[in-house]
Protein backbone atom coordinates (compact mmCIF):
# COMPACT_ATOMS: atom_id res chain seq x y z
CA UNK A 1 0.00 0.00 0.00
CA UNK A 2 1.39 3.59 -0.86
CA UNK A 3 0.49 5.52 2.46
CA UNK A 4 0.64 9.47 1.28
CA UNK A 5 3.33 11.05 3.08
CA UNK A 6 1.36 14.62 3.62
CA UNK A 7 -2.29 15.58 4.97
CA UNK A 8 -3.98 18.23 2.41
CA UNK A 9 -5.70 21.19 4.22
CA UNK A 10 -8.35 22.78 2.13
CA UNK A 11 -10.05 26.49 2.53
CA UNK A 12 -11.91 29.51 0.71
CA UNK A 13 -9.42 32.15 0.11
CA UNK A 14 -12.17 34.65 1.21
CA UNK A 15 -11.68 33.03 4.51
CA UNK A 16 -8.07 31.99 4.65
CA UNK A 17 -6.87 28.61 6.05
CA UNK A 18 -6.95 27.15 9.44
CA UNK A 19 -10.49 28.27 10.64
CA UNK A 20 -13.02 26.54 11.91
CA UNK A 21 -16.76 26.94 12.22
CA UNK A 22 -16.98 25.65 16.01
CA UNK A 23 -15.22 28.92 16.79
CA UNK A 24 -18.01 31.44 15.18
CA UNK A 25 -19.36 33.36 17.94
CA UNK A 26 -23.00 32.43 18.62
CA UNK A 27 -22.71 29.37 16.19
CA UNK A 28 -25.66 28.80 14.49
CA UNK A 29 -26.81 32.07 14.69
CA UNK A 30 -23.74 33.50 13.67
CA UNK A 31 -24.79 35.39 10.16
CA UNK A 32 -21.72 34.07 8.78
CA UNK A 33 -23.21 30.62 8.87
CA UNK A 34 -26.45 32.28 7.77
CA UNK A 35 -25.05 32.90 4.74
CA UNK A 36 -23.14 29.32 4.60
CA UNK A 37 -26.86 27.14 4.70
CA UNK A 38 -27.89 29.45 1.51
CA UNK A 39 -24.34 29.80 -0.89
CA UNK A 40 -24.95 26.49 -3.08
CA UNK A 41 -28.42 27.79 -4.06
CA UNK A 42 -26.18 31.24 -4.84
CA UNK A 43 -22.78 29.58 -6.64
CA UNK A 44 -23.47 26.52 -8.15
CA UNK A 45 -19.46 25.34 -7.62
CA UNK A 46 -20.61 25.96 -3.89
CA UNK A 47 -21.47 22.18 -3.29
CA UNK A 48 -21.45 21.64 0.59
CA UNK A 49 -24.41 21.27 2.35
CA UNK A 50 -25.07 22.26 6.28
CA UNK A 51 -28.33 21.53 7.98
CA UNK A 52 -29.64 24.72 10.68
CA UNK A 53 -28.41 23.19 13.66
CA UNK A 54 -24.70 22.04 11.87
CA UNK A 55 -22.78 24.11 14.45
CA UNK A 56 -24.22 22.65 17.33
CA UNK A 57 -24.21 19.19 16.19
CA UNK A 58 -20.38 19.74 15.01
CA UNK A 59 -19.21 20.92 18.98
CA UNK A 60 -21.17 17.82 19.89
CA UNK A 61 -18.94 15.57 17.71
CA UNK A 62 -15.59 17.32 18.51
CA UNK A 63 -16.53 17.11 22.19
CA UNK A 64 -17.02 13.15 21.85
CA UNK A 65 -13.52 13.37 19.45
CA UNK A 66 -11.29 15.11 21.99
CA UNK A 67 -12.43 12.97 24.52
CA UNK A 68 -11.72 9.91 22.70
CA UNK A 69 -9.22 11.51 21.79
CA UNK A 70 -7.38 12.04 25.59
CA UNK A 71 -8.47 8.79 26.40
CA UNK A 72 -5.89 7.58 23.82
CA UNK A 73 -3.05 9.80 25.50
CA UNK A 74 -3.65 12.68 23.33
CA UNK A 75 -3.22 16.29 24.46
CA UNK A 76 -5.27 18.69 22.74
CA UNK A 77 -4.21 22.49 22.85
CA UNK A 78 -7.20 23.94 21.83
CA UNK A 79 -11.16 23.04 21.84
CA UNK A 80 -11.65 22.31 18.26
CA UNK A 81 -9.37 20.58 15.80
CA UNK A 82 -8.52 21.96 12.24
CA UNK A 83 -8.96 19.34 9.61
CA UNK A 84 -6.99 17.98 7.18
CA UNK A 85 -7.61 14.84 4.83
CA UNK A 86 -4.44 12.12 4.59
CA UNK A 87 -2.72 12.91 1.25
CA UNK A 88 -4.74 14.81 -1.05
CA UNK A 89 -8.24 14.41 -1.65
CA UNK A 90 -9.76 15.88 -5.03
CA UNK A 91 -13.50 15.02 -3.63
CA UNK A 92 -13.13 17.19 -0.95
CA UNK A 93 -11.73 19.90 -2.60
CA UNK A 94 -14.06 19.42 -5.40
CA UNK A 95 -16.91 20.39 -2.74
CA UNK A 96 -16.13 23.98 -4.12
CA UNK A 97 -14.36 24.86 -7.17
CA UNK A 98 -12.93 27.89 -5.15
CA UNK A 99 -11.00 25.73 -2.82
CA UNK A 100 -7.28 26.36 -2.11
CA UNK A 101 -5.00 23.89 -0.68
CA UNK A 102 -2.26 23.59 1.38
CA UNK A 103 -0.12 20.14 2.24
CA UNK A 104 1.31 19.67 4.86
CA UNK A 105 4.68 16.78 5.11
CA UNK A 106 3.11 13.81 8.17
CA UNK A 107 6.48 14.06 9.56
CA UNK A 108 5.51 17.93 10.28
CA UNK A 109 2.45 16.53 12.62
CA UNK A 110 2.54 16.07 16.27
CA UNK A 111 2.30 12.96 17.73
CA UNK A 112 0.70 14.78 20.65
CA UNK A 113 -1.85 16.83 19.27
CA UNK A 114 -3.06 14.97 16.13
CA UNK A 115 -5.86 12.19 16.06
CA UNK A 116 -6.88 10.32 12.97
CA UNK A 117 -10.44 9.20 11.89
CA UNK A 118 -11.34 6.68 9.50
CA UNK A 119 -13.60 7.74 7.80
CA UNK A 120 -14.66 11.20 8.22
CA UNK A 121 -15.38 12.33 12.19
CA UNK A 122 -18.77 13.40 11.76
CA UNK A 123 -19.66 9.18 10.83
CA UNK A 124 -16.75 8.37 13.05
CA UNK A 125 -18.99 9.57 16.52
CA UNK A 126 -22.31 8.74 14.86
CA UNK A 127 -22.78 5.23 13.96
CA UNK A 128 -21.72 1.98 15.84
CA UNK A 129 -22.82 -0.21 13.00
CA UNK A 130 -18.88 -0.67 11.36
CA UNK A 131 -15.24 -1.34 13.17
CA UNK A 132 -14.01 1.88 12.58
CA UNK A 133 -16.82 3.61 14.49
CA UNK A 134 -16.38 5.30 17.53
CA UNK A 135 -12.50 5.11 17.42
CA UNK A 136 -9.91 7.58 17.28
CA UNK A 137 -6.61 6.70 15.91
CA UNK A 138 -3.14 8.34 16.55
CA UNK A 139 -0.82 9.55 14.60
CA UNK A 140 1.68 6.50 15.22
CA UNK A 141 -1.03 3.78 14.84
CA UNK A 142 -1.88 5.34 10.75
CA UNK A 143 -0.16 2.14 9.10
CA UNK A 144 -1.50 -0.07 11.43
CA UNK A 145 -5.10 1.63 10.66
CA UNK A 146 -4.64 1.26 6.84
CA UNK A 147 -3.73 -2.42 7.12
CA UNK A 148 -6.65 -3.00 8.79
CA UNK A 149 -9.41 -0.83 7.08
CA UNK A 150 -7.33 -0.23 3.94
CA UNK A 151 -7.19 3.30 2.13
CA UNK A 152 -10.29 4.84 1.20
CA UNK A 153 -10.21 4.38 -2.91
CA UNK A 154 -13.83 5.66 -3.97
CA UNK A 155 -12.84 9.34 -3.11
CA UNK A 156 -14.00 10.42 -7.25
CA UNK A 157 -16.77 7.84 -6.94
CA UNK A 158 -19.58 9.83 -4.91
CA UNK A 159 -21.55 11.97 -6.71
CA UNK A 160 -22.38 15.83 -4.46
CA UNK A 161 -25.60 15.14 -4.90
CA UNK A 162 -27.11 14.43 -1.43
CA UNK A 163 -23.46 13.15 -0.57
CA UNK A 164 -24.79 13.20 3.21
CA UNK A 165 -26.44 9.97 2.97
CA UNK A 166 -23.97 7.81 1.92
CA UNK A 167 -21.24 6.09 4.33
CA UNK A 168 -19.10 8.97 3.52
CA UNK A 169 -15.95 6.45 3.81
CA UNK A 170 -14.00 9.04 0.94
CA UNK A 171 -10.97 9.97 3.11
CA UNK A 172 -8.71 8.89 6.25
CA UNK A 173 -9.59 12.44 8.29
CA UNK A 174 -6.61 14.02 10.53
CA UNK A 175 -7.60 16.48 13.41
CA UNK A 176 -4.74 18.79 14.51
CA UNK A 177 -5.75 19.95 17.81
CA UNK A 178 -3.08 22.92 18.19
CA UNK A 179 -2.03 26.10 15.47
CA UNK A 180 -2.19 24.46 12.51
CA UNK A 181 -0.17 27.79 11.45
CA UNK A 182 2.66 26.54 13.13
CA UNK A 183 3.30 23.48 10.10
CA UNK A 184 3.82 26.29 7.51
CA UNK A 185 6.92 28.20 8.29
CA UNK A 186 9.49 25.16 6.77
CA UNK A 187 8.36 22.66 4.63
CA UNK A 188 4.70 22.93 3.13
CA UNK A 189 3.72 24.36 -0.04
CA UNK A 190 0.25 25.43 -1.24
CA UNK A 191 -1.60 24.77 -3.89
CA UNK A 192 -3.60 27.70 -4.80
CA UNK A 193 -6.78 28.13 -7.76
CA UNK A 194 -9.98 26.37 -8.92
CA UNK A 195 -10.08 22.77 -9.10
Known amino acids: MNIPSFASHYYLPENGPFKTLSDLPGGDDNPVFHELLTRHQREPGYRRRFGREYIQRRKFTEDRLRALFIERG ?3 ARDYPVYLTLGA ?47 VFLL ?56
Not at 94 to 102: A, R, S
Request: hydrophobic share 35%.
Open 74 to 76: GKP
Open 89 to 135: SPWFKGLNELHHEIRIPLSRLDPETTSLTFPDSFMTVSRPDKPYYNQ
Open 140 to 195: GELEQMLDRFGLPANDHLVPYEKYWETDFELYVEIQVWDSAESLLPAGCFAQSGPV
